[in-house]
Structure formats: C-alpha cells, structure tokens
C-alpha cells in the first residue's frame, strides 16, 4: 500500500473515533514566562513542603489583596498571606485564623458577601473538615476586614472541593457552583451542583444539579456575569481531558441553565477564573488542557471577548503566564484580580524551578496594553 493512502486511513479511522486533530496553539500566543520582573512568590515550596491551591480576593480598596491555600496537594488548610500594595509584596497572617482552620481540608476558597442587613463579611469555605470522610465545606468567618476570624459550623455539602466560583444575584442573594460525584463521593462521573444563600453565606439551599454530561466529568465550575449583566455564564474543567471544556449558560438569575457545550479550543483548561478589563475585554487564567496546545499543562490566560464565547469563536490570543517544572498540570487554581491602572494580578500554584523544592505559591503581573502584539507560529 502506498504511503499516501496509508495516510488517508489513518486520518479516516481517527477521525472515526473521534480523535482531536488539533493543529498546535491555533491562537496566536505570547510568552511571559521568563519575565521574572513580572513574578512574585508568596510561599516558596520546599523539598519538604508543597504549597497548593490558592485562591484571592480584592479588598474595596482596590490594593488590599488576600490569598488563601492549602499545604500539599488537596491537603490542610492553614497558610494567609496579604498584600495592601496590590500584590507588590506580601504579609503571612496564620496567626490570625482560628487553631481548628487548620482541620479544614482541600483547595480552600475566599470570598466577600454583603448580607441582607449591609453587613460586608468575609468567608473562606473548605471542601471538608478533618479527613476527606468528614463533614463537607467547613468554613470561617470574618466580620472585620480580615482583622479577626472565627470558625463556623460545616454546611455540610458533600463535595470534591468546595465552591470554585460565586456571583452575586440581582436581588442580592448569592450563588455559589460546586462539583462531587453524584452519589456524593469523590469519584467520577462528576456533576455541577449549586446553592444559593439569601443570608450572606450563613445558610444555603439544598443543593441541586445544573451539570450532568454523559461520558464527560464537569468540575470546577466558573461563574461570571455578562457586561450587560443579563446573562451568567459557567465554564467547567471536564475532567476526561479527551476534548475541551464546558459551558452553559443561564437567563433567568440561575433559575435554569443551556446544555453544556464544548468552549472554543483556547478556553481548553482548568479551573478557570476571569476579569473584565475597562474596555470590555476578557481575561481568563487557568491550567492550559488545550489538545495539541504548545503549553498545556502550564499556567496560561486567553485574552477575548464575551460573545467570543457565546458564539464560540476562538478569541484574540494567549498568554504564557508560568512554566510548570514538575509533573505536567500540577499548577493552576488561581485568583485573579484587576487594579485600577489596569494591571491584572494573577496568583497560581507552580513548581517555579526546575530544582528539589516543591510547588509554590507565585503571582504574576500583567496590563494587557503594555504586551506587544501577538505573532502567530
């Protein structure tokens, strides 16, 4: 048989079996990686500690930053740093956190809700308390801008980690996404739950199920308004890796949601999480999965617009934010913050050097005007 027509059978049965025949980095791409200028470590990892799994929030401010994170992959909670130099330099701040906060267990997440009464309270949710048996989304609670915290009772949602994303609704309730299997373990398939507390995060509502793919595992959702504020968009992690992420999206306040479809290819990745620059564009960082992408596996951001993705269209471009030096993917999970000048803080975990120490904790800076133009390969 001709080498030619060995060619066209092999093209013919992959795509058969639906095999992704993606061309390398079809968005044009820029590299920021080695622009260590641009890079701040706010836990440096050890050959003895792994640092993990940070998330951030943006003070009114607009230059107080707070990041929390986890010790070892999926492990204790513990560590809090701030930052009141828009993430310039940081400051731990353990020793504020109750001694218990350390039992919290997985990928522990930050946010800021104003309850009924005007009352702005910080909360930082786990996925469990004590070991991963435990009871689900143990939480603590400040009511001072972070100055003091105190522990609060287990909500107790069984979860695989704990709410990856909220947003605010427009009678000032909040809606907090999560994923678990259906059976309420860790184990795949995985769906998308959410619940809705109309207290400020003391309760929420019985959970229920707005994601459910045959054959695909959606997780980490990303939940985020439209600039117009009539629509929320969700974008989710699949966790096969056999093809892209997932969106959906919802009209009615999250009453209900689309069928999850496929992103555009560049939107491919990991824990997704998003700002809007001042003229409209979107940025989202996450752990690049994109098949036949040049950096999956490291830390990346696509640069696009809002209806890029309700029309599925591919976007602007890409950027290499940090290179990943250890097991290929074990980075990601970021906060992702915009200060008024327009520079966007991008905080991550990564093994940031090709040496012993395991992963850290290490934010990047960026202003999308400052960037040259994108060259595509």
């Given amino acids: 048989m001709k080498t030619s027509l ?32 641009r890079q701040t470590v706010i836990a440096a990892g050890t050959p003895e500690v792994y640092q993990g799994h940070p998330t951030t929030l943006l003070m009114p401010d607009r ?87 105190k522990e609060m009772p287990p909500l107790g949602f069984p979860c695989v980690m704990t709410f990856s994303s ?6 000032g309730r909040y809606l907090g996404l999560y994923h678990r299997g259906p059976n309420g373990k ?6 998308v739950l959410q619940t809705i507390s109309a207290d400020g995060g003391f309760t929420w509502s019985k959970p229920r199920i707005v994601a459910e793919v045959a054959g695909k595992n959606p997780c980490e959702p990303c939940v985020f308004r439209s600039p117009d504020g009539k629509q929320l968009c969700c974008l ?49 960082c996450f752990r690049d999965q994109a098949p036949g992408s040049s950096t999956r596996g490291h830390f990346v951001a696509w640069v696009g617009t809002y209806d890029d993705i309700v029309n599925g269209r591919d976007g602007k471009y890409r950027i290499k934010l940090l290179h990943q030096y250890g097991r290929k993917g074990d980075c990601g999970y970021p906060g992702v913050e915009l200060l008024p000048d327009g520079t966007i803080v991008a905080t991550t975990y990564v093994k940031y ?25």
């Fill in 6 to 37: 060995k060619l066209i059978l092999l093209f013919l049965i992959l795509a058969t079996l639906n095999v992704n025949l993606q061309a390398a980095d079809e968005l044009p791409l820029i590299d920021l990686s080695k622009q260590t200028d």
């Fill in 63 to 149: 230059k107080t930053i707070l990041a929390v994170w986890c010790i070892n992959h999926g492990g204790s909670a513990g560590p809090m740093a701030r930052s009141t130099d828009g993430g310039k330099t940081w400051q731990r701040i353990d020793d504020r956190l109750p001694a218990g906060y350390s039992t919290h267990q997985n990928c522990p997440s930050i946010y800021r809700m104003i309850g009924p009464d005007g009352t702005a309270r910080l909360w930082v949710f786990s996925a469990a308390l004590g070991k991963r048996g435990g009871p689900g989304m143990p939480s603590i609670m400040s009511e001072d801008a972070g100055k003091t915290w």
């Fill in 166 to 171: 909220m947003v605010r609704l427009k009678d």
């Fill in 186 to 191: 860790d184990r795949a398939p995985l769906v």
């Fill in 236 to 284: 989710m992690r699949e966790n096969t890796h056999k093809g892209r992420s997932l969106m959906m999206f919802s009209n009615d306040e999250g009453q209900t949601w689309t069928k999850p479809v496929d992103t555009p290819w560049g939107l491919t990745g990991d824990r997704h999480k998003q700002v809007f620059t001042k003229d409209g564009q979107l940025v989202i």
């Fill in 353 to 377: 050097r090709d040496n012993a120490n395991q992963n850290s904790v290490v934010s990047v800076r960026f202003n999308l005007d400052d960037l040259p133009q994108p060259k595509a390969d």
